[in-house]
T-cell receptor, first 109, second 110 residues
Framework: EADIYQTPRYLVIGTGKKITLECSQT?????MYWYQQDPGMELHLIHY???????EKGDLSSESTVSRIRTEHFPLTLESARPSHTSQYLC????????FGQGTRLTVV | QQPVQSPQAVILREGEDAVINCSSS?????VHWYRQKHGEAPVFLMI?????EQKGHDKISASFNEKKQQSSLYLTASQLSYSGTYFC???????????FGKGTRLSVIA
């Protein structure tokens, strides 16, 4: 069973607020990913990491940032949320096959 | 670069078979297949690592033709529980990230 956790599960915030989406895994995986997915749509890669102090941007232009100070923790931060950021954010970790967290459904009003 | 999946959607009756295809213009190191049910996270089905490799998972199997940079997912005698969106994911050698196709929405009806 996958041990990857995302918090919060749901979040409604106002425009301009700074938010951090948390993602933690207990499997010791070096590879971690953030994907953005609108309901029923494709998975867009927004950030990834291959280990501590390694972060890269994905194909989807994003106004978010990530950090990887510890192997198990890969938080995503939006400095100033906008309605266009409304979406579901999925975190995953991989040792070949990827395990996904349950996602954070973000609504910016 | 994002792999290309086809078809975009398919509707089956219980017991029918289906094939979902995935191709890439880049050299592939591995191909992953995942299924996502409505309101849930994607769940790993299988990974194929070698050219010509085939794998099976219950009545779901897949092939990977490394030379053609293509993979196919075969669903045999489909069940209602097979409904969902199927994604193929690909990564290259080294530190290239896992990226997914746009998905194939599969609906199995009684």
């Amino acid at each position: 069973e996958a041990d990857i956790y995302q918090t919060p599960r749901y979040l409604v915030i106002g425009t301009g607020k700074k938010i951090t989406l948390e993602c933690s895994q207990t499997m010791g995986h070096d590879k971690m990913y953030w994907y953005q997915q609108d309901p029923g749509m494709e998975l867009h890669l927004i950030h990834y990491s291959y280990g501590v102090n390694s972060t890269e941007k994905g194909d989807l232009s994003s106004e978010s940032t990530v950090s990887r100070i510890r192997t198990e923790h890969f938080p995503l931060t939006l400095e100033s949320a906008r309605p266009s950021h409304t979406s579901q954010y999925l975190c995953a970790s991989s040792d070949r096959k990827a395990f996904f967290g349950q996602g954070t459904r973000l609504t910016v009003v | 670069q994002q792999p290309v999946q086809s078809p975009q959607a398919v509707i089956l009756r219980e017991g029918e078979d289906a094939v979902i295809n995935c191709s890439s213009s880049k050299a592939l190191y591995s191909v992953h297949w995942y299924r996502q049910k409505h309101g849930e996270a994607p769940v790993f089905l299988m990974i194929l690592l070698k050219g010509g490799e085939q794998k099976g998972h219950d009545k779901i199997s897949a092939s990977f033709n490394e030379k053609k940079q293509q993979s196919s997912l075969y669903l045999t005698a489909s069940q209602l529980s097979y409904s969902g969106t199927y994604f193929c994911g690909t990564d290259g050698s080294g530190n290239t990230p896992l990226v997914f196709g746009k998905g194939t929405r599969l609906s199995v009806i009684a």
